[in-house]
């Protein structure tokens, strides 16, 4: 074990103590950040997020509401209730918690969140804006690990990033915010995913490898460079009878192989996961800020 | 001179051919396709750029219009045109030719075109759409690029592809689009830009190399790996005291040193700039069956 772990846990603590004298100051002009999350069905990871998201805002003094619907809910009802909640004026964050059940299209749900209220960032304005390096609301995962690279002292300026999967939610998107133009960003990026050939000759030239693959200990020792930096978005649920449920969360990186031979590495859990909620809380207070003609960027 | 080259012209006007066979189509149904296009101030290459495209649109049987504003043209009045033009049924395309005089907000301008007449695809919810994998205008010159691409039998699928440069119009949204997993994109894609460091390491590894930098003939035979494909779309103006102008456009790569070690090269001009058109006129052709209910996808 030679890599220095970067501590998602306590870089999110730094980010909520920061968020609570932005919500201290809006208390103070009587607005209250107020986000509602929208739970359809009972996938048991949404639901333990969401209550996970929930539970983090009430904590630094965010007022949240959970709207829990049958997985048979029909599209219908749901944009109604997103249309209402757009239009309540003490609502400033709305989160549909994804995924969705087959019955609703979920680029129209995206497109029926008001766009200054979109706190996930997965509004096509938003993720449109991000493409043309004038983003407002970006992703909640994204952003989590744009923060994590600069507060550890890992800035990606004029660096290698190779982001290896090109899910929505992670990889894509992150593959284009560090490579704006920007002073915490700048990266030359290279996005690999399935139909990448050669993989090991792509991950061994990373200064910085981004992992959003979703495939549990893909990445090993042998394919990444020495003193890179690893982070790992991954999760997937493995086999382990040692534990009361029998299964364990782990993340795209093989530990103790990549620690090994990286200089930096994100653990599973407690990396990437607390700056996720840290970002969606940052989100909402930026929401009920710009709602309320604050800006603080 | 070894490598093919890749004919634009060519390849432009089999995609006209094509679309004159939709447009009759159309036609039929009493729908006549009409874009209008919106020039503000002299800029002599934008003059030249809308007029261009009025003639393509004219000679395929697209209904085309040009409305000429003086530079210092008031945002608000802007705006208020392209209301009338979103609400005028016989529009089907909109395109504001860019760039817009400094008192214009572009973002502001972007936002305000229909998403459904927004042929050149720079609306932030077509690019957003574009991000996530769900595209339905694409700007006109990665589109462009992409169908030189596959036409010209070079398949990005499973290839590593390179963009250097990366712009709104050309490398970021084409960086996106190659590497969709799509049967005609499905590219690990690397995006190098002024921030990249040793900007050769990166050439050198490209089996399709995208040049939209707009820095005259930078790219030299001694930068490309033997046998690859090049797409410049770089367009600079060079001092040439042979021509009557004095001035010469040329791309972003030295034409006389690559060709000697590509496997395939398109011309400037006659490479991309021939199929940006084309392009736009096919976006147009879509919005028009699009708004009509018809749908050729």
Chains 1, 2 share one sequence.
Do not use: W
Request: aromatic residues 4%; proline residues 5%; charged residues 20%.
């Amino acid at each position: 074990m030679s890599a220095i772990i970067i501590d998602g846990k306590k870089i999110a603590s730094e980010v909520k103590g920061e968020l609570e004298g932005r919500i201290g100051k809006l208390r103070e002009k009587n607005i209250f950040p107020y986000l509602v999350a929208i739970l359809v069905g009972e996938n048991p990871a949404s639901v333990q997020y969401v209550n996970m998201k929930a539970k983090a805002c009430t904590k630094i003094g965010i007022k949240s509401r959970v709207i829990s619907f049958p997985e048979k809910l029909g599209e219908g009802e749901l944009l109604e209730l997103i249309e209402e909640l757009n239009a309540d004026k003490l609502v400033h964050g709305i989160l549909v918690q994804l995924p969705l059940p087959n019955q609703i299209d979920q680029l129209k749900i995206n497109l029926a969140v008001d766009v200054s209220k979109d706190v996930d960032g997965f509004h096509p304005e938003n993720l449109g804006r991000l493409l043309l390096g004038k983003p407002n609301f970006i992703p909640a995962t994204p952003l989590g690990i744009l923060e994590l690279l600069s507060r550890s002292g890992n800035s990606p300026v004029g660096k290698h990033t190779i982001v290896l999967g090109r899910g929505d939610l992670v990889g894509r998107p992150f593959s284009v915010l560090v490579s704006l133009k920007d002073k915490r960003a700048n990266s030359t990026v290279t996005l690999c995913h399935s139909a990448t050939r050669n993989l090991n000759h792509f991950t061994k030239q990373a200064d910085i490898l981004i992992c959003a693959m979703g495939k549990a200990r893909m990445i090993t020792g042998d394919m990444i460079m020495p003193g890179a930096v690893i982070i790992d978005a991954g999760t997937s649920a493995v086999n382990d009878p040692s534990t009361e449920k029998g299964i364990r969360i782990v993340g795209d990186v093989d530990f103790d192989s990549v620690s090994e031979v990286a200089g930096f590495i994100t653990p599973v859990p407690g990396g990437v996961g607390p700056m996720t909620i840290a970002m969606l809380l940052s989100n909402t207070v930026k929401a009920a800020e710009q709602i309320n003609g604050i800006c603080n960027d």
